[in-house]
C-alpha cells in the first residue's frame, strides 16, 4: 500500500507490480511511481538517472584501485 505522492492527498491505494504511472483520483496529479516523482514522459526516471550516476562512480573507483595495483573484494 503506498500514499499519494501529493502532500496534502489523503489517498491510501495498493501499488500492482510493474505499475509506473499513476494517476491520483482525488488530487488529479500524475505520477511516477519508480521515483515517486511528477510523470515523465520520454524521459528518463530520476531514479534510473541516479543509478547510473552510482554505477560510473563505482567504475571510477575500481579504475583508480586497478592502476595503483589494488584488488577488489570478492
Known sequence: ?????????????????????FKCP?????YCMECRTSKHVGKPCKKFDERLERD???????N??????G???Q
Open 64 to 69: 583508480v584501485l586497478k592502476e595503483l595495483g
Open 71 to 73: 584488488k577488489q573484494c
Open 1 to 21: 500500500m503506498m500514499w499519494c505522492p501529493t502532500p496534502d492527498c489523503f489517498l491510501v491505494f495498493i501499488k500492482v507490480n510493474g505499475q509506473i504511472d
Open 56 to 62: 560510473a562512480e563505482y567504475e571510477g573507483v575500481i
Open 26 to 30: 482525488i488530487c488529479k496529479k500524475d
